[in-house]
């Protein structure tokens, strides 16, 4: 039993439990099994990305096991050099800035003053975006089977230039001859924005897990989580002073340079993550001399020479060329049919963990996007009386909170190597869960002291503390969403890119529910009542936690088990 997670009745190996760090118990009883993985390097590396490698190695030794263990292959995306790594990330994250995270809260502020000028009501304008996530939800696992098949690089360029078309078509909306086929138009480009988020919002955390090692993935997760959260506040506060000062249309007219230049980024520096490796070889022992990994890679070679080691081996695989990497499609990576690939996507239901993370992160998220429909009702009319610019201020709160969140990244993998090392060295794929106790208690203090304060709406300084207060739900938000995003990439790796579709499905149809109810339900029951019934659901959810930690390792042995006989172990 480690550290309080019981063990299943099974001898074999499971994804999620990888030797994650040499201990002193492991150097004496492990010494030769363990001595030729390759390591983590404990230094810094370029200069150029010092600051990256200064994070990666805050809590980094050089007794860190490198999971997986990088291939013989050139080509292979964990063998890149870093500055290759780095850009690609980079245009990941401001890609999902621009085509996942801005679409949505951009009309956020305005719902109110939007509704006046179109002349419907703010249902219909909440439903703009709705409409809008309902595309992405729907068109998830159609994405999901394409990527599969043709890998991940053709979806982001599709996504990118279907982005960029919706937001023309949003502009082209404010100027039709009448304010009925303005809306009709603008609800068309919302849609088809929606295809552009569905690539980004699904396949970025998966292709994190293609191109960095296990002990290298918490501050990308959190930096990708923070887009949906933090960033989309502070979209939200310069979308209503752009708004007040210079009108709706001209929002989608400073996007759609940004998105334009996003998708030149993707063809030119997002090369396909997609590789097919030995998903278990980090717990293979293998020996491989003369294989040197370049130390930009953060790899090292640890040779050894005892009888016991395996045969050597070098890779014949040409490295690919910048013209090369810049091909639409790199291939086909799987031969089953479509409607195979789309079938075996909702067998992920049966996943005990997938309800788990739908509980403590869709629903979570869903509450705090569904509660940003309401706080231009909320905080428009009397006594608050805020402008559409002072609407967009309000969610400084969720900025800062989303800033601070990133903080979770850091934070899930310090504990998993803090409990690892308690653990003798083995990593297990539930020490992802303990930092929710820190979002649980966030959450909860953001949603029951928004309730106090929307029940007094008098109170002095009220809408700032409403502001923290949903701060305080976006930090918990983030912490939430980061370390179940790393539990998935840990604990289901080969089947990663299927259930992010699946979990985005679940949350963005969510998201268009909310977007048919929450503004009438928020009038009718009060803003109050309806932040009482987030909160209470929120810490229902959280309890679950406990015993995804405890019977997590039986859960991953049951599910291995179903996974080989429905899906294929990959």
């Not at 990088?70 to 800035?97: H, T």
Request: a positive charge.
């Amino acid at each position: 039993m480690a550290l309080g997670i019981i063990e299943p009745k099974t001898s074999a190996q499971l994804p999620g439990t990888e030797h994650l760090v040499d201990t002193a118990q492991t150097s004496g009883e492990h010494q030769y099994e363990h001595a030729h993985f390759k390591h983590g390097k404990g230094k810094v590396g370029s200069r150029v990305i010092r600051w990256v490698q200064l994070i990666d190695n805050l809590f980094q030794k050089q007794d860190i096991v490198l999971v997986p263990q990088p291939s013989v292959d050139p080509n292979d995306p964990l063998l890149w050099p870093v500055w290759k790594r780095e850009v690609a990330f980079a245009v990941l994250f401001f890609n999902s800035i621009i085509f996942a995270a801005c679409p949505g809260p951009m009309i956020a502020p305005a719902t109110v003053a939007l509704a006046t000028q179109l002349e419907v009501p703010v249902k219909k304008v909440a439903q703009l975006s709705g409409y809008q996530l309902l595309i992405v939800g729907a068109l998830g696992p159609i994405v999901s089977v394409l990527a599969e098949k043709y890998g991940k690089r053709p979806q982001f360029l599709l996504a990118s230039l279907f982005g960029a078309l919706g937001t023309g078509i949003c502009m082209a909306g404010f100027d039709q001859s009448s304010l009925p086929k303005s809306y009709t138009v603008l609800l068309a480009g919302r849609m088809i924005q929606g295809l552009g988020t569905t690539a980004y919002e699904s396949l970025a955390v998966a292709a994190i897990g293609d191109m960095f090692f296990l002990h290298q993935r918490g501050i990308r997760t959190s930096l990708l989580v923070l887009t949906t959260a933090c960033l989309a506040s502070f979209v939200a506060i310069c979308a209503g002073h752009i708004f007040e000062v210079r009108g709706a249309r001209n929002l989608f007219v400073i996007l759609l340079p940004l998105q334009l230049f996003g998708f030149v980024c993707s063809f030119l520096f997002i090369p396909e993550t997609q590789f097919r490796r030995n998903e278990r070889q980090g717990s293979v022992v293998t020996e491989q001399d003369g294989i040197t990994v370049d130390e930009k890679a953060e790899a090292s070679t640890h040779s050894v020479t005892q009888e016991s080691a395996v045969s050597t081996a070098k890779s014949t695989t040409p490295k690919r060329t910048f013209a090369q990497d810049l091909r639409l499609t790199s291939g086909v990576y799987n031969h089953d049919s479509i409607l195979k690939l789309l079938g075996r996507i909702f067998v992920h239901l049966l996943n005990p963990a997938i309800v788990w993370i739908t509980l403590v992160a869709a629903i979570l998220i869903s509450f705090f996007v569904g509660t940003a429909y309401t706080l231009a009702q909320i905080f428009s009319p009397p006594p608050y009386l805020l402008t559409v610019s002072q609407n967009g201020y309000f969610f400084t709160g969720a900025l800062l909170g989303g800033i601070l969140g990133v903080i979770s990244g850091p934070l899930c993998d310090f504990s998993a190597k803090t409990l690892s090392r308690r653990n003798r060295g083995v990593f297990e794929a539930e020490f992802r869960i303990p930092v929710n106790i820190l979002a649980v208690t966030m959450l909860s203090i953001g949603w029951f002291t928004f309730m106090w304060a929307l029940e007094r709406p008098l109170l002095k300084g009220g809408v700032y503390l409403c502001s923290f207060c949903y701060g305080a739900v976006c930090f918990g938000t983030s912490v939430a969403g980061t370390s179940t995003g790393l539990y998935i990439l840990d604990a289901f790796r080969p089947y990663a890119t299927e259930i992010f579709i699946l979990q985005m499905m679940i949350k963005n149809f969510l998201f268009y529910a909310f977007s048919t109810f929450i503004n009438e339900f928020a009038a009718e029951h009060g803003p109050a009542n309806m932040c009482k019934v987030w909160g209470i659901i929120t810490v229902c959810g959280f309890v679950t936690c406990l015993p995804m930690y405890i019977l997590g390792k039986v859960n991953r042995s049951w599910v291995h088990r179903m996974y080989v006989k429905y899906l294929g172990d990959k």
